[in-house]
Nanobody, 119 residues
Framework: QVQLVESGGGLVQAGGSLRLSCAAS????????MGWFRQLPGEQRESVAR???????IYADSVKGRFAISEDSAKNTVSLQMNNLKSEDTAVYYC?????????????WGRGTQVTVSS
């Protein structure tokens, strides 16, 4: 199993910055995708940024140029630097790991961290 713990959320004013971190523990994988999703109030959970073990990175259009995802294999962490935050970024942010295991593609989720952007 994989356990994911997010940190770094909080309250920030519009235009400010936050850095989210996700610490992973448990089994490791050679091929994986790690990313951040967010759940907007009353909305479906959506992908914000993802990074793959082969280096592929993809961002949601709404955060391009403002957010940056990074991964540190040595520390088993993935981070999301969020700059120029907007009120519409307010959400619970979830760390995700997707990897192929014996039963196929598996998704692991953290419990989430609240990001609130005030205007």
């Amino acid at each position: 199993q994989v356990q994911l713990v997010e940190s770094g959320g909080g309250l920030v004013q519009a235009g400010g910055s936050l850095r989210l971190s996700c610490a992973a523990s448990g089994r490791t994988f050679s091929s994986w995708t790690m990313g951040w999703f967010r759940q907007l109030p009353g909305e479906q959970r959506e992908s914000v940024a993802r990074i793959r073990s082969d280096g592929l990175v993809i961002y949601a259009d709404s955060v391009k140029g403002r957010f940056a995802i990074s991964e540190d294999s040595a520390k088993n962490t993935v981070s999301l630097q969020m700059n120029n935050l907007k009120s519409e970024d307010t959400a619970v942010y979830y760390c995700n790991v997707a990897a192929v295991g014996p039963g196929g593609l598996n998704n692991y989720w953290g419990r989430g961290t609240q990001v609130t952007v005030s205007s």
